[in-house]
């Protein structure tokens, strides 16, 4: 079963790698400069680099079905920069994953493959999609929605090591981000670790920069443009996260519920003893 994944940002890949360490042939889109703040764990980044590592697996840039197959014969994601995944006309996926997590639906329709799944708000299962899956931390992250939709957009990110909100950084002012500090760097509170227009990106909290822009990246004021994690581990900014972990489970579930894996009489013998 081929599967696309529209987007390839942290929670998309962390999707993909999960399916693709489950046999699935897999192959995701994105834009043609990707926008992701965690790129350390985002298949995206393939588009920037033609290469990209996460975790165990490759993602690589392709533009055409001849470069997709190779890519898929030789063990590896294909990334291909295709905004609105024009690239499922000649596809023909048999499940289609949105992870693009814009909140609301950018296109995807029922329709689109025998399977269509959606990654958290903005999505009704029954209408825009087959299934969707819950992404909003707590007790029901990851669990699979047949009919109606998930839990609404807070706009307060997930509590992590006892901080939510403070973990988000946001660009300054509108113009070209400026990356001061690398993924991976510990960091202060009160640090600047970026800045627009000369004006500062400061930290509020202490931790490890598990995400940032790149260096020269167009935004506007307010937008995400860093996340620091307050529990200090730096393995962490180089894995998936739980949250794409929980997720991933979902999506897999939600595939292998719609289909026959074991086609054999799975008759007890009612004889057999120990």
Known sequence: MLVLIRGAGDLASGVSLRLHR????VVMTDLPKPTAIRRTVCFSQAIRFGTTMVEDAEGVCCHTARE???ALDAGEIPVLPDETAKCKDWLHPDVLVDGILAKKNLGTKITDAPLVIALGPGFCAGRDCHAVIETMRG?????VIWDGEPLPNTNIPGLIG??????VLRAPDTGVFHQL???GALVESGETVGEVNGLPMVCTI???LRGILPDGTPVTKGVKSGDVDPRG???????VSDKASAIAGGVLEAILHTIPLVNRDTTIDLEGTL
């Not at 007790?139 to 669990?143: A, D, I, P, S, W």
């Open 139 to 143: 007790h029901t992250l990851g669990r």
């Open 181 to 183: 500090r690398n993924i």
């Open 68 to 70: 997709v197959k190779d």
């Open 206 to 208: 202490s931790g490890v």
């Open 22 to 25: 489950a046999g699935f042939p």
């Open 162 to 167: 006892g901080f939510a909100g403070e973990r």
């Open 233 to 239: 581990n730096i393995q962490n900014c180089y894995t």
